[in-house]
């Protein structure tokens, strides 16, 4: 089965869950991916969602089709880059999903746009060595997507240090063996 190609509807701002509810109604294969984040409000922690890439919708089509322009006002136009539409393929898509799964994102990045790279995942740990301890105090999760240029990036702190245990397991051995 060939992958599918996935599109960037370009919405009117705040609007980006609105199109997306229109689309999944319609039967339209749709993303929309969300952050997360803590913040601290009136004095409590609170989780905070929104729209990961602002005025951007997914869409799975075959070609971008002038019809789904119509299916809502909120709808702009599909993102085009040197008058091309632009077509994130579907293992950015899987990617984004699985970072998102995996990492709060704390921000997104912009980057170079080059439609035939692949996407990619950097780890990047601050290691502190205290005597024969070796500690992570933050460590910094990339991920690239390559077709519409940004770089999703997780901080994650040292008391959330078992999320990314396998990559600082890995770090400290190659540390401790120096």
């Given amino acids: ?4 190609n996935w599109h960037i509807l370009f919405t009117k701002p705040g609007k980006e869950k609105k ?3 229109i689309l999944a109604k319609r039967k339209i294969d749709c993303y929309l991916p969300e952050y997360k984040s803590e913040t601290i409000i009136d004095g409590r922690k609170k989780v905070v969602a929104g729209p990961l890439f602002p005025r951007f919708v997914f869409i799975a089509a075959e070609s971008p089709e002038a019809s789904l322009l119509k299916e809502s006002r909120h709808i702009l136009n599909f993102m085009y880059w040197k008058s091309v539409p632009v077509q994130v393929k579907q293992e950015e898509i899987t990617a ?3 970072f998102l799964d995996e990492y709060t994102c704390t921000r997104l990045d912009k980057a170079e ?3 035939d790279a692949h996407y990619r995942i950097n780890n990047e740990i601050q290691l502190v060595r205290k005597g024969s301890v070796v500690e992570a105090n933050i460590g910094t999760v990339k991920l690239t997507i390559p077709s519409i240029g940004h770089v ?4 994650i702190r040292k008391e959330k240090a078992e999320e990314f245990t396998l990559v600082k397991d890995s770090l400290i051995g190659s540390i401790s063996g120096s």
Avoid: C, F
């Fill in 96 to 98: 984004i999903k699985e």
């Fill in 152 to 155: 999703l990036v997780a901080e």
């Fill in 1 to 4: 089965m060939a992958e599918r």
């Fill in 113 to 115: 746009v080059t439609p």
């Fill in 19 to 21: 199109v997306a509810g």
